[in-house]
């Protein structure tokens, strides 16, 4: 059975239109990235599955369970941090997590859950006295209390500094395989492109495109750079020889295609005009070109 099944969800802010038709589904124990620019509407989604705000139409199932015919039972698999985390701030952080277990969660089960998201040494202070980044990790730890099958995860790695953004990492995979499904947006791209195993893009409202993360970046542009002495002079010889040549730091890029005839013809170009070159690799482009791509060609497909 799927843990999270968005069928059809339309929603309107009085008379404007934030999401149309969204559909999308989540396996158990898969990482689904939802992406898209500002204003996409990601934050409406999460907010309609949690039950945060109502919808229009569509329908939302939670293992199984519709949403708006047994809320309280399927958000019971729900755990969730949206926009900001909201841990009460007068109270410390074990006080906030035990205020927040609905008594299904044993003492064991929540000091495990404060050593996975390294609270523990801070736990016992009030949570107004904490960084944003402790409160991001005491936000997680909410969201992992009660045993979810769901977690919702808007930005979680806001304000999390590169240790604790790779803990964070390392432990959202570590739920992952232990069968919980995690709906997470971030505009930290190359972050999320390490634990996302799918992709929902979304752009004005509307689901652009559905992928699994290796066939999402696969079907992005290619590129081979050259790292070259004399940028300027490599882009002139690979512009004559026919390529659309880009200089980005010390390297001079251009499109590769399937087989080796762009990166030949570009080496002979550059031998031939004797530019001393000093590597060549081929790169997939990564998650945020890829989007960047697709957001394009959307636009202007709307614009037409
Ligand atoms: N309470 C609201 N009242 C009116 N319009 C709203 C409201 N909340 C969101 N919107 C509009 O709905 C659209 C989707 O917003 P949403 O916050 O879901 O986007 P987002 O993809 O999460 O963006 P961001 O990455 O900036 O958080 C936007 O046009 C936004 O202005």
């Known amino acids: 059975m799927k843990t999270l099944e968005v069928q059809s969800l339309n929603k309107f802010f009085g008379r404007k239109q934030?999401?149309?038709?969204?559909?999308?589904?989540?396996?158990?124990?898969?990482?689904?990235?939802?992406?898209?620019?500002?204003?996409?509407?990601?934050?409406?989604?999460?907010?309609?599955?949690?039950?945060?705000?109502d919808y229009n139409s569509g329908n939302i199932k939670i293992d199984g369970k519709e949403l708006t015919k047994?809320?309280?039972?399927?958000?019971?698999?729900?755990?969730?941090?949206?926009?900001?985390?909201?841990?009460?701030?007068n109270l410390t952080g074990r006080q906030n997590l035990k205020l927040f277990n609905d008594g299904s969660t044993t003492a064991e089960e929540m000091q495990e859950i404060m050593e996975e998201t390294q609270i523990t040494e801070f736990a016992d202070r009030k949570a107004k006295k904490y960084s944003l980044g402790m409160k991001q990790r005491l936000g997680i730890a909410i969201s992992l209390l009660n045993h979810p099958k769901?977690?919702?995860?808007?930005?979680?790695?806001?304000?999390?500094?590169?240790?604790?953004?790779?803990?964070?990492?390392?432990?959202?995979?570590?739920l992952s395989k232990r069968g919980i499904s995690i709906l997470i947006s971030s505009h930290l791209l190359d972050e999320l492109s390490r634990i996302a195993d799918y992709y929902v893009v979304i752009n004005h409202g509307k689901v652009i495109k559905k992928s699994d993360?290796?066939?999402?970046?696969?079907?992005?542009?290619?590129?081979?750079?050259f790292?070259?002495?004399?940028?300027?002079?490599?882009k002139s010889a690979l512009e004559a020889a026919g390529f659309t040549a880009t200089i980005y730091d010390k390297t001079v890029e251009i499109e590769d295609n399937n087989d080796s005839?762009?990166?030949?013809?570009?080496l002979s170009a550059l031998n031939q005009a004797g530019i001393e070159i000093i590597n060549v690799s081929r790169n997939q482009t990564d998650l945020e070109e890829s989007l960047l791509k697709l957001l394009s060609s959307d636009n202007n497909k709307e614009a037409k």
């Open 261 to 266: 005839t762009a990166m030949n013809a570009g």
């Open 150 to 174: 769901l977690l919702i995860l808007d930005e979680p790695m806001n304000g999390l500094d590169p240790q604790s953004t790779h803990d964070l990492r390392d432990l959202l995979v570590k």
């Open 70 to 89: 047994n809320k309280r039972s399927s958000l019971e698999n729900v755990g969730s941090m949206i926009e900001s985390p909201a841990p009460y701030l």
């Open 213 to 225: 993360a290796k066939s999402f970046l696969s079907e992005g542009p290619k590129t081979i750079k």
């Open 18 to 53: 934030a999401l149309f038709d969204v559909s999308f589904d989540i396996e158990p124990g898969t990482i689904l990235g939802l992406i898209g620019p500002n204003g996409a509407g990601k934050s409406t989604i999460m907010k309609s599955i949690v039950g945060l705000t």
């Open 227 to 234: 790292e070259v002495k004399d940028t300027d002079a490599a």
